[in-house]
């Protein structure tokens, strides 16, 4: 094989899990780093850069890094990686004075952002520092978009919300409230706008057709419905509520019904767990407060009698399951579930009555906008899509990945660059080490599992609609999970010309993951290792051909949990213990990454 | 500060008959400098105990004093051992002998432990052909005192400061030889694929084995002008019976009558498939050569020397070599712990009829 190109920016990269996962890279183990040392307010920081809301992430963020977490690879639990985010936003200073103003002098671009959800707060977020007059269109008369209207507050609390928005709009974006944009053409006919970016949602419920789903008012959509509680509309519900569907949406459904006075609360599934949508930590919610999952259950009709639901009528099946795919299905009988209520819960659709049709923003037969997934524009130049708005519902962090992605597109449109080309990213590396087996960081690894957040007492939380049920780790817990973390971006680095074959690094991995043989194909390399690869799609580190023998080291970058004991044990430092820091590139007001941050010292 | 080695390992590490892996038979963190060939050896020494599949409890250890003789601390942590005073590992390891010879016997030594100040001990261990594996950690200086020449340094190699040694060394190889050991037996720590199988067959020896092992001493006798370095080992090492080196297939131990029943020609590569199906690369010795041969083996290793080539593998093996020690000493086949009280002290009325003959 070839010696590896590490200096291709992904390189390292990729070696972070949780970075490479994360929608919008937040650096992940450098700001656990900082929680570690006790410096929230930086932490905080590093998060916000990236990721724009620590404190509702940290609250409700789909978390695409925990799976990926390298820590679930030599144990069954990956780090808390969002709830120490949410320990980095509970205890931080004051930021206001942290927080890039609108400069005085702007720079004569105006910009609209349609909808006030995460996407396009983004979008301002990115461009108002660098002198754009953007102006964000709200149709209700609240921000925050479906985190304000479908998240419960018991999840994630108004005022987390208020903060974090609040500190977007105080750099100098324009608010309109209550001013539904009725259309597009309208808004741009005046050419009061150089660019439009629709980060308006994905806000249609889907519908189910069955037999009797419009005789009652009984029958509710999910979103609507929940919408309608968040604002104050709906304050009861009955004692026996069926949920259709098993998505994130369906258990925010059933345990806001549980807080309005349901009794006796079921959630309908028609595949069996292993299919189920919902965050595995909802579902555990979920069923700790008391809500019943039956599964197979297809529903049928909807029974209503005098203009009120009576029950409901479901075929009862069963799978074979190959490979872990359903290859059948068999009906195995009928059941009706008496309740008063029916909350429909299975998806969500774009929908843009608002947009006509001959602006030159086209739209597939789904009625999906035709949005570039580099670049976010439509196919009219200076309309931009991100958020659920652009592919369907997805969930916030994708929102402000979106949302980062667009303002370069801005950016760049504005300034007559052409869109495509995109600024790179970059990665520099600094040794850590400080003398013999003496580092700059704590490599020990910390055998502790992790931590579990504590709740408020079931009884206590069904008292209000908005009581906030997860309370944050405590400062104990804190400390131990922050441990956990291997700080795989405190990279091997390996210096061929200086290794003398000593063996040393091959004898202490503790995962076996270092081999030295002879060069040869990928094939014939992967047959020789120490330890046989996991994950053929995670690359090899191979070495230059050695002095003294010709032969490579090899290295297994996805089994490694970065003890550092190879560059500890290495007698010429031909391996190092390298701090990477990956430079995600943003709306900047030059094009050359890497000049973030400047004045934090790193952890 | 020294980080443990963490608990956390392969997902598939293999298992061995007892159901143990390979990080079962590790032991203590090791304090020896970075890169030291011992390490390597201690590595080695783990691997091979784990294919055995020795009980861990059943395995003693012992040692004298050095860098090489620290090393008994860094495998098998649930194993006896007892670390001895400089150069008396093999006195401690006879007494042990004779009260217990059920055990698997391990020495780890240095060739200052064992060549200047322990070679008496050494070489009457090999006359009494102790039931051990002895194994010399040799690196040309004295590691644990800042690396003075050692018994077993070359004429002409030089020290750290630039000094040449003068005076000619002891080869613990030719030593064995000469003093009748049944198994004689030389490595290199860093070729695995080669030492781990020579150290499972000198712990399967019946008898006295000795590996003496190249094991580079990376602080004070790894620069230019030392015969004992990595890059002069790797050079003048001539392995007899070489395991693939570059491919680091996992080779068993073969035993020498299987390796000259293959029909090979002079400087040939040959291939043996073992009994699992892998194979092994073995380099032909000069025509006659016979690891049964004693003074043939004598004869051609000295030989080597003098070309300034260390023979390595397999040099000598006759598991009927050698006396019996328990018979010359008519020792207690029952291991003494497990004699009853009476028998391990006969008492008072017993001890007055003994010293009655004296008198
Ligand atoms: C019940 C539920 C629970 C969820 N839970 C989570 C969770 O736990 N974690 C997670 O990460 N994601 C979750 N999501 C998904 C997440 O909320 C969305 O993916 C995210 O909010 C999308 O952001 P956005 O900016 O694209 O759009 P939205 O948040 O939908 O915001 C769009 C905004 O645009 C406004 N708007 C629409 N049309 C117009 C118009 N014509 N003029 C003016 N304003 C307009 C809307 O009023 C709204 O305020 C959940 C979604 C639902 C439905
Ligand atoms: C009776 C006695 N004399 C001298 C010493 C000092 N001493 C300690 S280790 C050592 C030499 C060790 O050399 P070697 O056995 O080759 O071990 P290495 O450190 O090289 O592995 C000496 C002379 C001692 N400990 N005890
Ligand atoms: S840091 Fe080095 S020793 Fe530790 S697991 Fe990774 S490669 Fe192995
Ligand atoms: S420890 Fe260092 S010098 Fe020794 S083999 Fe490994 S990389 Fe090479
Ligand atoms: S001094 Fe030499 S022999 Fe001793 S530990 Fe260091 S490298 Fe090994
Ligand atoms: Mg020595």
Known sequence: MEPTDTGEPDYYHRVVDCQWACPAHTDVPEYIRLIAQGRFTDAYMVNRESNVFPGILGRVCDRPCEPACRRGRVEEKPVAICRLKRVAADHRDDIAGLLPKAPAQRNGKRIACIGAGPASLTVANDLVPLGYAVTVYEQYGLTGGLMRTNIPAFRLPADVLDDEIGQIIGMGAELKLNAPVKSLKALLGGGAYDAVFVGSGAPKGKELDVPGRNESNRVHLGIDWLHAVAFGHVQSIGARVLIIGVGNTAMDCCRSSLRLGAQNVKVMARKSREFFKASEWELEDAESEGVEILVNHSPQAIVTADGKVTGMLFKVLEYDLADGRIVAERTVGERLIPCDDVILAIGQENAFPWIERDLGVEFDRWHVPKVDPVTFQSTRAGVFFGGDAAFGPKNIIWAVEHGHQAAISIHRHCQGLPVTERPARGVTLASRKMGIREWSYKNDYNPVERRLVPHVALAERFKKLKIEVELGFNPEQTALEVQRCLNCDIQTVFTAPLCIECDACIDICPVDCLTMTANGTEAEISGRLKAPRRDLTSPLYVSAALKQTGRVMVKDEDLCVHCGLCAERCPTAAWDMQKSTVSIPHATSDETPCQKQATRKSA | ?359
């Not at chain 2, 495998?75 to 590992?89: P, Y």
């Open chain 2, 1 to 359: 500060m020294s980080t443990p080695k963490p608990k956390v390992a392969h997902p598939s590490l293999p298992r061995n008959s007892l159901g143990l892996t390979r990080r079962d038979y590790e032991g203590g963190m090791s304090t020896l400098c970075a890169g030291c060939g011992h390490d390597s050896i201690t590595a080695a020494i783990v691997e091979a105990c784990w294919g055995l599949s020795l009980e861990p409890h059943r395995l003693v250890k012992l040692s004298g004093i050095g860098c090489s003789s620290k090393t008994t601390a860094y495998f098998v942590g649930e194993a006896h051992g007892f670390n001895g005073v400089h150069g008396r590992m093999a006195s401690v390891a006879t007494g042990a002998n004779a009260a217990n010879r059920e055990l698997t016997y391990i020495g780890v030594s240095g060739d200052g432990d064992s060549l200047s100040i322990g070679l008496g001990q050494l070489a009457h261990a090999m006359r009494r052909n102790l039931n051990m594996l002895y194994l010399i950690e040799n690196n040309g200086v004295y590691g644990l005192t800042k690396g003075q020449f050692s018994a077993s340094a070359d004429v002409g190699t030089k020290s750290k400061k630039g000094d040449a040694n003068t005076q000619p060394p002891v080869d613990p190889a030719l030593l064995a030889l000469s003093l009748g050991a049944g198994f004689v037996a030389r490595g290199f720590s860093g070729d695995k694929p080669q030492l781990v199988p020579l150290i499972r067959a000198g712990l399967s020896h019946p008898g006295f084995a000795l590996i003496d092992v190249l094991s580079p001493c990376v602080t004070f006798n790894d620069h230019e002008g030392s015969t004992k370095s990595y890059a002069f080992t790797r050079e003048h090492y001539h392995p007899a019976v070489e395991a693939d080196f570059h491919s680091g297939a996992a080779a068993d131990f073969i035993a020498p009558a299987e390796s000259i029943s293959v029909d090979y020609r002079e400087g040939e590569e040959v291939v043996v498939p073992l009994h699992d199906g892998s194979h092994v690369h073995l380099k032909k010795l000069d025509p006659g050569f016979d690891t049964s041969d004693r003074a043939a083996a004598y004869a051609y290793i000295a030989a080597k020397l003098k070309e300034g080539q260390y023979v390595t593998g397999l040099l000598h093996a006759d598991p009927a070599a050698g006396g019996d020690l328990h018979a010359a000493n008519r020792t207690s086949a029952t291991p003494l712990n497990r004699l009853p009280f009476e028998r391990l002290s006969p008492g008072a009325a017993k001890l007055a009829s003994l010293m009655a003959r004296y008198r």
